[in-house]
Nanobody, 125 residues
Framework: VQLQASGGGLVQPGGSLRLSCVASERIFKSYPMGWYRQAPGKQRELVAAITRLGVTNYLESVRGRFTISGDNAKNTVYLQLNTVKPEDTAVYYC????????????????????WGQGTQVTVSS
């Protein structure tokens, strides 16, 4: 398994969800890890990133609501989603994050050969 994300589902606005992603050791140790998301018809976003030392960074639209964390021993990264909004609906993926969080995760800093299947998060009442 190179990248396996899980934990998505249907959640009401204002609710919470915790996503998990297990990465291969090669991927997990090569660069910082991040959580991306892509909604239909929209650009892929990098919403949160974390270094192996635990330094985190967030896209402004999720700052204060989402929390990224990691377990280096398990090659696993987590994303806690709180106070979710309908606009958080997307497929969420984890991968390396060579660049900072951005609403336009395009170009060599954000392009990788393998993405995994992602996990769907749907925010709806």
């Amino acid at each position: 398994v190179q990248l396996q994300a899980s934990g998505g589902g249907l959640v009401q606005p204002g609710g919470s969800l915790r996503l998990s992603c297990v990465a291969s050791e090669r991927i997990f140790k090569s660069y910082p890890m991040g959580w991306y998301r892509q909604a239909p018809g929209k650009q892929r976003e990098l919403v949160a990133a974390i270094t192996r030392l635990g330094v985190t960074n967030y896209l402004e639209s999720v700052r204060g609501r989402f929390t990224i964390s990691g377990d280096n021993a398990k090659n696993t990264v987590y994303l806690q989603l709180n106070t979710v909004k309908p606009e958080d609906t997307a497929v969420y993926y984890c991968n390396n994050a060579k660049g900072p969080p951005t609403s336009r995760a395009m170009g060599p800093l954000y392009e990788y050969a393998y993405w995994g299947q992602g996990t769907q998060v749907t925010v709806s009442s």
